[in-house]
């Protein structure tokens, strides 16, 4: 399994060190050609505005868009937001998921914080079920969901901090900072299955 | 669980989302929504770029607040400020304006010779300027988030951002080649708390964001500082000195993506306008030097 991380800004490495720990093999993606023969990509957190502004001046929007159309896709943080249909506000999105995302939505950096999450459906750690650690960056809420797009995981008060639309999945927290690569697991299985 | 704030991972986790990108020296909201167009991942807010307050000389301070706060209004990037090293008091007026990062700069008139600030207490993160692997743990140790080189700001030279960043790895690279029990010596010679050093040789890089700083002028600028092994550029003096800053400032973002593609860089380094007016840092006497502020 090959699996590509959008690497024209913010945390790619990280995400290219979980995804190795977990399994798979890796390529980073600037230019189109660089989507040719991976099962599945990730954009990662970063920011959103830049990630938009570089796909555009390299000619990456469409191509990720016929990728996603049979392969998995997977945006946390910054990347979710750019998966999304709307964001409230003009700047270049895939336009991919059907949900509307708040930009920092929990305030400026001195709000952002760490929680643990119970996620429905992440493989087992030691046989058994156990929260997941996740770390929230200047983070995009998901505000609402349609159509095709269901909301994954919720904080507490219901709020949607992970959702997903068949083999595309947002998250707008960080499972690539944490160390669990449980997460990294859940989207292989998604990028393996027809 | 409940949820927590100001931890270590949530402000070392700001830097990891800028890395590969380009913050950008603004004194003016106009500049910031340029630098917020041309693809900057954050920008820093100030009242002058350095080479206007090497220029101008006298005592250098934190910005106005109000000046930080409109510049906060103007884009959705996340918004750096600076305060004096030492100055925790104006650390404390930034975190309460609700700043995202506060660089503790040697930009500025340090306001304590023997001590900087105690960065761990803080909810707001904090980048330090750091010319070796000593200094830069020392940094860490207090409590940065991120770590830059120091080079020498305002000049457009980039060699001192060159000497510090070869400075940092090499060391690193020395620190990972030692046998286990020439450690505790090495770090008692560079000055760095132990546990860090540990972390830095398991790790084989600093535990925090390390980026480039002081000096850089040109696209490839970022990308020498990129291909030598920092994880992002700052940019001050260098873009709103130079004769067309949105086309420059452009050029730089995708010069720090595309860092190893010799082809990108040629095309966008083509028909930039005029450079900042450099200053070669060895035609200024070592008084005027600042990056030997702070310790």
């Not at chain 1, 099962?39 to 001046?57: F, H, M, N, Q, R």
């Not at chain 1, 999105?93 to 459906?121: H, K, Y």
């Not at chain 2, 600076?82 to 700043?99: D, M, N, S, T, Y």
């Not at chain 2, 980039?158 to 450690?183: C, K, S, T, Y």
Request: net charge negative; glycine share 10%.
């Amino acid at each position: 399994m090959r699996i590509g991380v959008l690497a024209l800004q913010g945390d790619f490495h990280e995400h290219l060190l979980m995804l190795r720990q977990a399994g798979a093999d890796t390529a980073e993606v600037r230019l189109p050609a660089d989507l040719d023969g991976l099962d599945g990509l990730i954009i990662p957190g970063g920011e959103s505005t830049t990630i938009g502004k570089l796909a555009v001046a390299y000619h990456l929007m469409e191509p990720l868009r016929r990728f996603a159309a049979d392969r998995a896709v997977w945006g946390t943080c910054a990347g979710a937001i750019f998966l999304s249909q709307d964001a409230r506000r003009d700047q270049p999105l895939l336009g991919l998921m059907q949900m509307r995302v708040i930009r920092n939505a929990f305030g400026r950096q001195v709000e952002s914080f760490e929680t643990d999450l119970t996620v429905p459906g992440l493989p087992l750690k030691d046989g058994k079920e156990i929260p997941f650690h996740a770390v929230f960056i200047r983070a995009p809420l998901i505000e609402t969901v349609w159509g095709d797009c269901q909301a994954l995981v919720t904080l507490p008060d219901g709020r949607i901090v992970a959702a997903r639309q068949g083999k595309l999945l947002a998250t707008s927290f960080h499972p690539e900072l944490t160390g669990d690569d449980r997460f990294h697991r859940y989207f292989m299985e998604m990028a393996s299955s027809k | 669980m409940e949820q927590q704030v100001g931890t270590f991972a949530v402000k070392k986790g700001l830097a990891q989302m800028l890395k590969g990108g380009v913050i950008m020296d603004v004194v003016t909201p106009e500049h910031a929504r340029i630098a917020e167009e041309a693809g900057a991942v954050a920008v820093m807010a100030l009242e002058r770029v350095p080479a206007d307050i090497r220029a101008s000389g006298g005592v250098a301070r934190m910005s106005d607040p109000e000046l930080i706060l409109k510049i906060m209004d103007a884009v959705s990037i996340p918004v750096m400020a600076k305060v004096r090293i030492g100055h925790f008091v104006e650390a404390q007026i930034l975190e309460a304006l609700g700043v995202d990062y506060i660089d503790e700069s040697e930009v500025l008139t340090p306001a304590d010779e023997q001590h900087h600030i105690a960065k761990h207490d803080f909810k707001v993160p904090f980048v330090c300027g750091a010319r070796n692997l000593g200094e830069a743990l020392r940094r860490v140790g207090e409590g940065a988030a991120m770590i830059r080189t120091k080079g020498e700001a305002g000049t457009g030279d980039v060699v001192e951002a060159v000497r510090h960043a070869r400075q940092v790895l090499g060391d690193i690279r020395r620190l990972q080649n030692l046998p286990e029990e020439e450690v505790m010596a090495f770090s008692k010679e560079i000055g760095a708390p132990y546990e860090l050093v540990l972390e830095t040789r398991r790790l084989g890089r600093l535990p925090v964001v390390n980026f480039a700083a002081g000096g850089i002028a040109t696209p490839a600028d970022a990308a020498l500082m990129m291909q030598l092994g920092v994880d992002g550029v700052f940019v001050g003096s260098g873009i709103f000195k130079s004769g067309d800053p949105a086309r420059r400032a452009a050029a730089i973002v995708k010069a720090t993506t595309h860092y190893k593609d010799a082809s990108i860089l040629a095309e966008v380094s083509r028909n930039l306008g005029e450079p900042m007016v450099g200053r070669q840092i060895s035609s200024i006497p070592d008084q005027d030097l600042i990056a030997g502020r702070g310790w």
